[in-house]
């Protein structure tokens, strides 16, 4: 792996979405609904759960998984990653996310 190529050259990421957690947003949507139709509370939002799952960075090379870190699919920690890997070096890139070179933890 190139330290100094772009890192988005080098790495990959992906939002991946745990089984599980689905269904506890399909859950807490349902409860969510049964609770606004109970009492009329406006406060809840049931028309788009957030579904929790998992940021994942690996090496284009050899696929080895580098960083795997929860995240809400909202995007915004997707979005924030996707920038770091167009403007940061590999180098930059791992060193501002505490991760070793060869893959093992910082």
Known sequence: MDL???AG???AMEL???PTAGRWALARKVVEAFLLA???SPNADVTSPT???YLVVTRRDTGQTLLRTPAWTDGTLADQV???LDVLTVREFLQR???DPN???A
Request: charged share 25%; hydrophobic share 35%; proline share 8%.
């Open 4 to 6: 100094d190529a772009p």
């Open 9 to 11: 050259s080098e790495l």
């Open 16 to 18: 991946v979405t745990t």
């Open 38 to 40: 109970a009492d009329g």
């Open 51 to 53: 579904v929790r799952g």
């Open 82 to 84: 996707r920038y770091q």
């Open 97 to 99: 996310w505490k991760i």
């Open 103 to 105: 893959g093992a933890p």
